[in-house]
């Protein structure tokens, strides 16, 4: 049977009884649990298998909630919030005691968003405590942006997907941290850095790719949103289709420009050069692409501004071996 509901009752009802929901977000779908429940938490951890440097994002119904999660909010992160939320920016701000450490992975720091959801803003609302919620995938695996996605990877070990329709970003969000008030990008994601200095001014860049754990933003690893077909990302496509011509090759495509009777599938992003329509169909291809039982997937690298930028970060960590 089914875990994909629409019924929000039945996900408050979950939630209030300590156990998960996946939830949908304008980013990608996540799961999601009471951050003040050591019984949730425990769960998320364990159904994504996810280690446990790896700290959560907390998701808050209204800009007022701020105040009850963090101590100090700089100018520029106010600025960032009035700007962007509810939307996909998430801001890691020093953490009040009563938030818990498991949420933190012991940090001083906690990181915050406001979903652009419906669905999820009404659930929010809802509820008596914040969720924690990271993308709804097992641990290194392509992150879902439809329910159907998240049932495929977890309909044996949670209750329910709230099913609110594909994910309009489609990649996750993008995180700041601050350093002496100043603003940092931690992770890049579905707002742009150009959107991002339009508000802050000049930013500065830490999205580090690291095997090892990395004291600012800690998960962020190498290897990560990654297919099970051996995947590469090129500059060169016709080279890489002509390297693996005599195998079972798929290709991901900005755009249409390739006829090459040497691919045996492949997927265009956005035949009309859209960076936003690239980053909202770029998970489901490559779950599409991962079904076709292909020898290797050869994604082209994409234009390296506005989204392109974080959608090429998103390809070198699914292809890092
Ligand atoms: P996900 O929930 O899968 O989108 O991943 C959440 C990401 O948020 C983690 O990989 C961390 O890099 C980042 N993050 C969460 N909390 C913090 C924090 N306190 N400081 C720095 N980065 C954080
Ligand atoms: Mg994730």
């Not at 077909?229 to 249409?256: A, C, H, M, P, W």
């Not at 169909?281 to 989204?307: C, M, T, V, W």
Request: one cysteine or more.
């Amino acid at each position: 049977m089914s875990i994909i509901s629409k019924d929000i009752s039945k996900a408050v009802e979950l939630l209030n009884k300590e156990e998960l929901v996946a939830i949908p977000t304008e980013t990608v779908y996540g799961l999601a649990g009471n951050i003040f429940s050591k019984k949730a938490i425990a769960s998320i951890f364990k159904t994504k298998q996810r280690p446990k440097f790896n700290p959560l994002i907390v998701h808050i119904p209204n800009v007022e909630y701020l105040d009850k999660i963090v101590e100090h909010i700089p100018e520029k992160a106010k600025a960032l919030a009035n700007a962007f939320w509810p939307g996909p920016i998430t801001l890691v701000l020093k953490k009040k005691a009563s938030i818990p450490d498991l949420i933190t992975a012991g940090k001083d720091t906690v990181a915050v968003r406001i979903p652009n959801h419906p669905v999820s803003l009404k659930l929010l609302r809802q509820l008596e405590f914040p969720l924690a919620a990271p993308s709804a995938n097992p641990f290194n695996r392509i992150s879902p942006t439809s329910a159907q996605h998240v049932e495929d990877y977890f309909k044996d070990t949670i209750k329910m997907v709230l099913d609110g329709g594909v994910c309009k970003k489609g990649i996750e969000s993008t995180i700041i941290g601050f350093k002496n008030e100043e603003p940092i990008i931690y992770r890049l994601g579905s707002t742009s850095i150009e959107d991002i200095e339009r508000i802050v001014g000049k930013i500065e860049i830490k999205n580090r790719k690291s095997k090892v754990e990395n004291p600012d933003a800690p998960g962020m690893l190498e290897r990560h949103y990654a297919p099970k077909t051996k995947t590469i990302l090129t500059n060169d496509l016709s080279n890489s289709i002509e390297e693996f011509k005599n195998q079972r090759i798929g290709v991901l495509l900005y755009n249409n420009i390739l006829n090459d009777e040497a691919i045996d599938f492949k997927i265009v992003l956005s035949e009309d050069n859209n960076l936003e329509e690239a980053a909202s169909k770029l998970y489901d291809a490559l779950h599409q692409l991962d079904k076709q039982n292909l020898d290797i997937i050869i994604a082209e690298q994409l234009p390296d501004y506005g989204l392109g930028k974080s959608i090429n970060d998103r390809l070198e960590r699914a292809t890092k071996n």
